[in-house]
């Protein structure tokens, strides 16, 4: 099987180096390759590189991740989030190729507490939301062999994430705020990347299999019990930072006002892709309590 990995250096395309590297032969790229063009923005080179690679299966881990900024550079945003995607479907289908993407619980408007299905109706509430949204649809729309999966609040050990700026915070001052109206699951990129080597396997062999799939860890957590998990786990590890948080105060979203609106609910309902691929997806605290234990 040959592979075209594209986002090769962002936070699940990193780790999807590791678990698609025994699936076959990688072509993997980012933005900056010069070996083929990896650029999303660069439509006719995005093209020319799945017809020179001629993989059996793409996928594509680069995105315009930015929320916020893609409220002011909306043409960039929907280029890379949605025609790029397009691109790389048209390319796919005429190869007979996989193509495997990744969308977002952003799609929805955060109403209510239930977890969404894949069959629930979409109402972006931001840039970065719509324009995902297109880029699925372009996908389902051009490419038959296709995998999309929806994931929410994505961290990895590498480079920045939500807990190791709660653990700076938390070894600065004594008190700090955070959101407690927002729900979801903290997902690792290391499991978000090993179900899609286990599910890229699987259509091989059953095609039918093909289509859109919500990936998430298991259980919920609002940003402020994150926070409260990550602190209390630092705090029982005697790792070499020193804790001065005594409070992890929970304030609403409307506290932290940002140029792209938020869903208040981020809950992704799972069981599709647990049934279809005979898969089960760990609670949360496994994956974070895990990335705590490499970096503290
Ligand atoms: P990251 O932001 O870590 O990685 C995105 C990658 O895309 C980066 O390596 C970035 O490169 C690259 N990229 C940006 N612009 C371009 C471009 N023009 N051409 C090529 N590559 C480019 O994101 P994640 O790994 O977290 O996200 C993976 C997928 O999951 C995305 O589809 C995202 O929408 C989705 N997702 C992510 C969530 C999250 O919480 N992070 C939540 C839900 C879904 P560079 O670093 O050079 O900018």
Known sequence: MKILLLGKNGQVGWELQRSLAPLGEMVALDRHSTDFCGDLGNLAGLAATV??????????????????KAESEPELARTLNALAP???AQEADKLGAWL?????????????????????????????????????????????NHLIFRTSWVYAARGGNFAKTMLRLGSERER??????????????????????????????????????????GGEITWN?????VI??????????????????AVP???FPTPAKRPHNSRLATNRLQATFGLSLPAWQQ?????????L
Not at 179 to 191: F, K, Y
Not at 225 to 229: E, R, S, V
Not at 235 to 249: H, P, T, W
Not at 287 to 295: K, N, P, Q, W, Y
Request: hydrophobic letters at 40%; one cysteine or more.
């Open 51 to 68: 017809q020179a690679v001629r993989p059996d299966v793409i996928v594509n881990a680069a995105a315009h991740t930015a929320v916020d």
């Open 86 to 88: 397009g691109v790389l």
């Open 100 to 144: 495997v993407h990744y969308s977002t619980d952003y799609v929805f408007d955060g109403s209510g507490t239930k977890p969404w299905l894949e069959t629930d109706t979409p109402a972006p509430l931001s840039v970065y939301g719509r324009t995902k949204l297109e880029g699925e649809q372009l996908i389902a729309e051009h490419c038959k």
């Open 176 to 217: 700090l705020t955070v959101i407690d109206d927002q729900w979801g699951a903290p997902t690792g990129a290391e499991l978000i990347a090993d179900v899609t080597g286990h599910a890229v396997r699987q259509v091989q062999l059953r095609p039918q299999d093909a289509g859109l799939y919500h990936l998430a860890a």
């Open 225 to 229: 019990g994150y926070a409260k998990h």
């Open 232 to 249: 209390a786990q630092a705090g029982r590890a005697q790792s070499a930072i020193n804790l001065v948080v005594k409070e992890v105060a």
């Open 253 to 255: 979203t409307s506290a």
């Open 287 to 295: 994956g974070v309590d895990r990335m705590l234990a490499e970096i």
